[in-house]
């Protein structure tokens, strides 16, 4: 199993600004994933982050809102840009083969 | 597109009742099914899984079994705990498990 740790556990933001999530693992992974689920609703996913190539993104989400990196094959952070209201949720990260495995997800509100 | 539909919740159900949370699915492949929940205030932790058609999971009391003919994979437990109230979320997935699509999640009250 992979343990997966995401970075900051919550935090309020003003409109308007940025917040960079950043998600560990503790193994080399080929994918890592971006969820969004927003209060009381399931899990959306946003992008796909591939070490060495750019993140492809779901329908919905664009990389001017969302940027992505994938320095390494344990690493990657999530930015949401230009906040909003409507960008407070939990943000979550996950990888794994045969089953994936979820960081404890990144609490955001916005004001 | 893949999909996964599950029953609306919440379900309130009294302590050593039966459960059941529907689940069906649409998927262009074979996907692997699995069930994960949510404790309140916790993250995803999975439940149970199975690979393919007829393939039964369990864990902890709960079952589930794989469907092709119905695209099924109804969660059951026979007795439920005031323990198991959290939020369960059916899941689908493709492409060498790496890619997963969620169902909208059932929130379970269970009553003492």
């Known amino acids: 199993s992979a343990v997966i740790s995401q970075k900051p556990s919550r935090d309020i933001c003003q409109r308007g600004t940025s917040l960079t999530i950043q998600c560990q693992v503790d193994?080399?992974?080929?994918?890592m994933f971006w969820y969004r689920q927003q209060p009381g609703q399931s899990l959306t996913l946003i992008a796909t982050a591939n070490q060495g190539s750019e993140a492809t993104y779901e329908s919905g989400f664009v990389i001017d809102k969302f940027p992505i990196s994938r320095p390494n094959l344990t690493f990657s952070t999530l930015t949401v840009s230009n906040m909003s209201p409507e960008d407070s949720s939990i943000y979550l990260c996950?990888?794994?083969?045969?089953?994936?495995?979820f960081g404890q997800g990144t609490r955001l509100t916005v004001v | 597109g893949d999909s996964v539909t599950q029953m609306e919740g919440p379900v309130t159900l009294s302590e050593e009742a039966f459960l059941t949370i529907n689940c069906t699915y649409t998927a262009t492949g074979y996907p692997s099914l699995f069930w994960y929940v949510q404790y309140p205030g916790e993250g995803l932790q999975l439940l149970l899984k199975?690979?393919?058609?007829?393939d039964k999971g369990s864990n902890k009391g709960f079952e589930a079994t794989y469907r092709k003919e119905t695209t099924s994979f109804h969660l059951e437990k026979g007795s439920v705990q005031v323990s198991d109230s959290a939020v369960y979320f059916c899941?689908?997935?493709?492409?060498?498990?790496?890619?997963?699509?969620f169902g909208s999640g059932t929130k379970l009250n269970v009553k003492p």
């Open positions: 899941a689908l997935s493709l492409y060498n498990f790496n890619k997963f699509y």
């Open positions: 199975a690979t393919k058609a007829d």
């Open positions: 996950s990888s794994g083969n045969g089953e994936a495995f």
């Open positions: 193994s080399q992974v080929t994918m």
